[in-house]
């Protein structure tokens, strides 16, 4: 007689834990589980405040965080008179090269999301990773004929400030 009671009580507790195993999986459901274009991938719209809706807010804001940097390069550089054409003439080609770039991967990422055949969106991102390669080689051209003018004082702290290795964004070394 206990044996069968046991053995009922311990079955009733399976089944109610699997029963509740099961309410809760259901309630707990990932949204990603609903997602059209797949788990562990965002829709644009689901990134939140990091892309706004605005191309021209984020233009504006990417421009601005921009402008911050380099003005504080500037101050942390402490350029000489002679050095500041060099300078001006570097900070006006990097932003023109940004907000060309900025233009270029909004029309791409537009065309993106309008076309269904999956052929040509490798073959537009094949295009993007393309301009990005060019870019790159720009983006040195542009640092190279500024880099030469620099003390070696002023190339270690460029060097640290200008483009950080991932983790030292915040990590002053050259004070």
């Known amino acids: 007689m206990a044996r069968k009671q046991i053995a009922r009580t311990t079955l009733t507790s399976l089944l109610v834990s699997g029963l509740v195993a099961t309410a809760m999986t259901s309630w707990a459901r990932s949204p990603m589980d609903e997602m059209p274009h797949g788990p562990g991938m965002m829709a644009p719209k689901e990134m939140g405040p990091r892309m706004p809706a605005d191309p021209e807010a984020w233009k504006e804001r990417m421009a601005e965080r921009q402008a911050a940097k380099?003005?504080?390069?500037?101050?942390?550089?402490?350029?000489?008179?002679?050095?500041?054409?060099?300078?001006?003439a570097f900070r006006k080609e990097w932003q023109a090269?940004?907000?060309?770039?900025?233009?270029?991967?909004?029309?791409?990422?537009?065309?993106?999301?309008?076309?269904?055949?999956?052929?040509?969106?490798?073959?537009?991102?094949?295009?993007?990773?393309?301009?990005?390669?060019?870019?790159?080689?720009k983006e040195r051209q542009i640092v190279e004929s500024f880099y030469d003018q620099l003390t070696d004082a002023q190339k270690r702290i460029f060097d640290q400030e200008f483009m950080p290795k991932r983790g030292e964004h915040r990590k002053p070394k050259h004070r």
């Not at 380099?70 to 001006?88: C, G, I």
């Not at 537009?110 to 393309?130: P, S």
């Open 70 to 88: 380099l003005d504080r390069l500037e101050v942390l550089l402490q350029l000489t008179e002679a050095q500041k054409p060099a300078w001006q």
């Open 97 to 137: 090269l940004h907000e060309k770039r900025f233009e270029a991967h909004r029309a791409k990422q537009d065309a993106f999301q309008e076309t269904d055949k999956v052929l040509e969106r490798l073959k537009l991102r094949e295009t993007m990773l393309q301009e990005m390669i060019e870019d790159a080689r």
